[in-house]
Nanobody, 124 residues
């Protein structure tokens, strides 16, 4: 059973940067997809960025060009570098993963394992 442990997040001013990290503990399958969703107040969960074990990535439209996802397959970690943060990026950010596939999907219900979430707050 894979468990996801998130770190990073916090409070930053608009225009600033933050880096989120997620470690997948207990992973034995080298084939997977892993990444980040977020939930803004009063909104549905939405894709932020996802990466497969082949290194293929996909981003939500609202973060393209500002956020970068990267992975370390040996350490089983995924990082999300967030630049040019705006108040509308304020959300609870969740690490997600699905083992046994490299197919990326923007649907939240596609991902079987979720972290507890880490809060990102961007002040104006």
């Amino acid at each position: 059973q894979v468990q996801l442990v998130e770190s990073g997040g916090g409070l930053v001013q608009a225009g600033g940067s933050l880096r989120l990290s997620c470690a997948a503990q207990g992973r034995t399958n080298p084939v997977y997809v892993m990444g980040w969703f977020r939930q803004r107040p009063g909104k549905e969960r939405e894709l932020v960025a996802i990466i497969s074990s082949r290194g293929i990535t996909s981003y939500g439209d609202s973060v393209k060009g500002r956020f970068t996802i990267s992975s370390d397959k040996v350490a089983n970690t995924v990082d999300l570098q967030m630049n040019s943060l705006q108040p509308e990026d304020t959300a609870n950010y969740y690490c997600v993963t699905r083992s046994g596939t490299t197919v990326l999907n923007a649907r939240a219900d596609y991902y079987r394992t979720w972290g507890r979430g880490t809060q990102v707050t961007v002040s104006s």
